[in-house]
């Protein structure tokens, strides 16, 4: 089991890299579907018995992260020009110095966080750095991308490894819960989807930085 | 406590349902005002019934918060005194309210008008019954937000805006220091149980229940209107529709005065300084509030005016009764509350008496300045004659209900005068502030009357204006009936505070009675008196109609006198009215007035305008605010419209907090 672990977490910080490498739209979502089964088949490595209630949600998980969401984002970009991420406030290549500092940092914090009740999951080592780093990915992306389509995915970057995090901290955390999350990110992708198009039908683009002129203060007079 | 359960049960429903029904605006309406006066028979005759019989009562219902929150209600003679008049002032509104906002069909929303009327009710019922001090803040709040949407309700306009803004402002500063009240009594008490709060105050030093005390009159004089907190008043209560203006000024502001009484007798026995404090705040506000309502030219600003006014009055009131208790001088700390108490249910009803009236003005000749008005008692019989009554009563003449109150004001000052050079000295300040305040108010409403009901109208609008139908008309004179009624029934509505000033003081009931009862007979004889001139004016009336019958009698205009071609513009303005009283004050309300005569030995046009702008607004709060804004303003360059940037600060927060935490352990 161990084994397996190890190769899905290598698997999810060589994802994450990649996500903050690339400049490619597709790219972009191809790898948020493959870390959506990484984070999928997590509950199956972890639990020691396969309940009916893990193996739902393993199933459910995979379903939407990386069947629904690619599909309404390949929608989405269907009416795009241009499916790269152009010109983003930092290049492919400092974001990719600054994953390496994540991944420094995330180890850093992960040795520092007190013991959870997780026992053996927590003293697996790259359990709970692959989760910070996944967090760490996303919120750059979030934060150094233009692309609307580029902010939802370091959305759901950022909530693959929230989840992760949330198994190793509360490994308790009942079949409710993990459906609850996986519902609050439906609605949000879902509406996010929605927004994007209704943005690109407006103003012919997807660059949330344009929108900077709906602000409240200096935009009038 | 049952009927009260029902009571706000049927107000959130008449508050939900007009909502359902937004596309509808008649039947919204139809809705909302059945629905809330409904609701207010129901709690009106319950709290009746809970007051005369000095009934005490308590729920609780478990509701989960983080810091001692509970949802818990009690019933006791103080908060019953202040639901009468609330369920009256807001029952008579509802019906008002919906002949009022007829006009505004198909123009503006009226669904969620009367939804945020009715939860203003609603959240009035919970701010006079929580006894958990978190259910008192929410309660505070939700009766804030009400009204701030009652207050914007014409939203199209920029003076509606204006006066939302500054309203939310100058009520959330006040709320601030209520929750710093709270919160400090949190502390001192370990509780928010408002119900162990008086015992547990009981061995807190001095200085830091002082502290409480002036975070009392901060927070609650901002909504009761205390000057210099004023600024909000003559803003939002003209810009509301007329029933949301009523309840408001009638009622809504004296929640201020309901939570300084139930929070201030918390904390024990006064020191000389609270008494005096209050005092001068009174003071103040009466003086200055009358000045300024004299000075306007709109009504309902007038009108709010006068509402600082008599909050003053009823400061004072307290402030007496405060000064009177750290000196231990009972009859005249007993006198003043009384005072104070039956003043707020006095003004509640007079104040929206003449607020209906003037919605009822202004419906009628779609203008609020007293300079367009006049000659309306002949077009408009009836609603003159319950506004004339509503002067009169508010500008304190026997035997109408305004005096009652006033009357036991000065009573207990000159009472408690002998007792000690210091309080001596406050106390003859306090008569000399009331002398000058009546006498403004009643040049004020005399102005109100004369300009507005008599002369002749100054306009087409005016001219045209006509008797309005029923349910303008009837709140008016069922109110104007209370008056009356509540003037001669003064001796004997003070001998019924008894309960309410005994848990109020701490007394017992048998003492405050024996106290109380000699102190009534001079308001007796003066109301007698009353009463007498009244029946002569009556009878003199009567005489005069069976003497003029079968003669022949003319009618001329007002202001004839003999001109062969009188006009309405020779007649006294309003402005003109004030001018002298104005005049003399003229340093301190800072009017200005802008002269413009034609050159010439004929001049063919001139004009003069005057203008009073409130001087704290202009003078204190604006510079303030400005300066803040100029020294916050360096903080815009945070606001740069980009989504990444705004996630960038979260991070960095995030992040550091995370290090900070984390960098002692391994």
Redesign the interface.
């Known amino acids: 089991m161990t084994s397996w672990l190890d190769i899905v977490m290598v698997l999810l910080f060589l994802t994450d890299l990649g996500l903050l490498g690339s400049s490619r739209l597709g790219v972009y979502v191809r790898l948020a579907a493959v870390q959506g089964v990484l984070v999928g088949v997590l509950p199956l490595l972890v639990q020691h018995t396969l309940a009916l209630e893990t193996v739902a949600v393993a199933a459910g998980t995979i379903a939407v992260k990386s069947v629904l969401f690619p599909w309404l984002m390949a929608r989405i970009m269907r009416g795009f020009d241009d499916r790269r991420e152009r010109q983003p ?1 930092l290049g492919y290549t400092v974001s990719l110095v600054l994953g390496v500092l994540a991944v420094g940092a995330a180890l850093w ?1 992960s ?4 013991e959870s009740g997780a026992g053996g999951l927590a003293a697996h080592g790259f359990l709970m750095p692959a989760a910070l780093f996944s967090i760490f990915t996303g ?1 750059i992306l ?5 692309k609307a389509v580029t ?1 939802v995915l370091g959305y759901l970057v950022m909530e693959n490894g929230i989840y992760v995090a949330g198994m190793v901290l509360v490994p308790e955390s009942t079949f409710l819960v993990e459906l609850g999350v996986l519902l609050d990110l439906f609605v949000g992708v879902f509406l996010m989807g929605i927004m994007i198009f209704h943005i690109q039908r407006e103003f012919d683009h997807i660059d ?2 344009q ?9 009038e007079p | 406590m049952s009927g009260l359960l029902v009571s706000l049960i049927l107000l959130l429903t008449a508050s939900a349902l007009p909502l359902a029904a937004w596309r509808r605006p008649a039947l919204a309406s139809r809705l909302g005002s059945w629905g809330g006066a409904a609701a207010c028979g129901v709690g009106l005759a319950s709290s009746i019934a809970a007051f005369a019989g000095s009934v005490t009562a308590s729920r609780a219902w478990p509701w989960v918060t983080p810091v001692g929150g509970a949802f818990s209600l009690a019933l006791d003679p103080l908060s019953a005194f202040f639901l009468i008049p609330m369920f009256l002032v807001c029952g008579l509104g509802a019906v008002y309210g919906r002949a009022y906002l007829a006009g505004d069909e198909g123009r503006l929303a009226l669904g969620p008008s009367w939804c945020f009327y009715n939860l203003l009710t609603a959240s009035m019922i919970v701010v006079l019954t929580a006894s958990n001090a978190l259910l008192f803040l929410v309660s505070w709040e939700v009766m804030t937000l009400a009204s701030f949407f009652l207050v914007t309700y014409d939203h199209d306009r920029a003076e509606s805006r204006l006066a939302g803004r500054l309203y939310l402002i100058a009520a959330h500063i006040g709320t601030a220091f209520l929750v710093v009240f709270v919160l400090l009594g949190r502390r001192y008490t370990g509780t928010l149980d408002m119900s162990q709060w008086p015992a547990a105050f009981a061995g807190i030093p001095a200085a830091r229940l002082g502290l409480l005390f002036v975070c009392l009159v901060i927070g609650f004089g901002t909504k009761a209107g205390f000057m210099p907190l004023h600024v909000w008043l003559p803003e939002a209560h003209p810009a509301a529709p007329s029933h949301v203006s009523a309840v408001m000024s009638g009622v809504m502001i004296k929640t201020g005065i309901y939570g300084l009484l139930r929070f201030g007798t918390m904390l024990g026995t006064p020191a000389l300084w609270w008494g005096g404090l209050l005092v001068a705040v009174g003071l103040a506000s009466c003086v200055f509030g009358i000045l300024f309502a004299l000075a306007q030219q709109d009504i309902k600003r007038q009108l709010a005016y006068s509402s600082v006014e008599n909050m003053g009055i009823v400061a004072l009131a307290l402030g007496v009764a405060l000064v009177a208790r750290a000196l231990q001088l009972p009859t005249v700390a007993l006198l003043a509350l009384a005072a104070a108490l039956l003043h707020v249910l006095n003004h509640a009803v007079f104040k929206s008496l003449l607020f209906f009236g003037a919605g009822a003005i202004y419906r009628a000749t779609h203008t609020r300045n007293l300079d367009a008005l006049g000659g309306l008692l002949k077009r408009m019989p009836r609603l003159g004659l319950g506004l004339i009554v509503g002067a009169a009563a508010i500008s304190a003449l026997p035997p109408f209900n305004g005096f009652v109150g006033e009357f036991l004001l000065y009573r207990a000052a000159v009472l408690g005068l002998n007792s000690d050079a210091d309080a001596g000295m406050i106390l003859l300040a306090a008569i000399g502030g009331l002398a000058l305040t009546g006498g403004l108010a009643a040049a004020c409403f005399t102005r109100l009357v004369g300009v507005a009901l008599l002369g002749e109208p100054r306009t087409p609008e005016a001219a045209a204006a006509v008797e309005p139908a029923g349910a303008f008309r009837w709140p008016v004179t069922i109110l104007a009936a209370l008056c009356l009624a509540l003037g001669v029934l003064g001796p004997f509505l003070v001998v019924r505070l008894a309960p309410l000033l005994s848990l109020l003081s701490g007394d017992p009931l048998a003492k405050v009675s024996g106290l109380l009862a000699p102190e009534t007979g001079p308001l007796t004889a003066v109301t007698l008196m009353a009463l007498l001139v009244l029946a002569l004016v009556v009878i003199v009336a009567w005489a005069r109609h069976g003497l003029l019958r079968g003669r022949d009698v003319r009618e001329a205009g007002t202001w004839d006198c003999g001109y062969a071609r009188p006009t309405a513009r020779m007649q006294y303005t309003a402005t003109s009215f004030a001018q002298p009283l104005v005049g003399l004050f003229v340093r301190l309300l800072r009017s200005r007035r802008r002269y413009a005569i034609a050159p010439g030995l004929f001049p063919a046009s001139a004009s003069l305008n005057a203008e009073t702008r409130d001087v704290v607004r202009e003078r204190v709060f604006t510079p303030v605010f400005q300066f803040v804004d100029r020294w916050l303003s360096f903080l815009k360059w945070l606001q740069s419209g980009r989504v990444q940037l705004y996630i960038l600060y979260i991070v960095i927060t995030l992040l550091g907090l995370l290090f900070w935490t984390l960098r002692g352990g391994a």
């Not at chain 1, 929108?211 to 935009?219: R, V």
């Open positions: 406030y914090i040795r520092r966080l007190p919120l979030l934060v150094t991308r233009r902010q949330t930085d929108l900077a002129a709906l602000k409240d203060w200096g935009g």
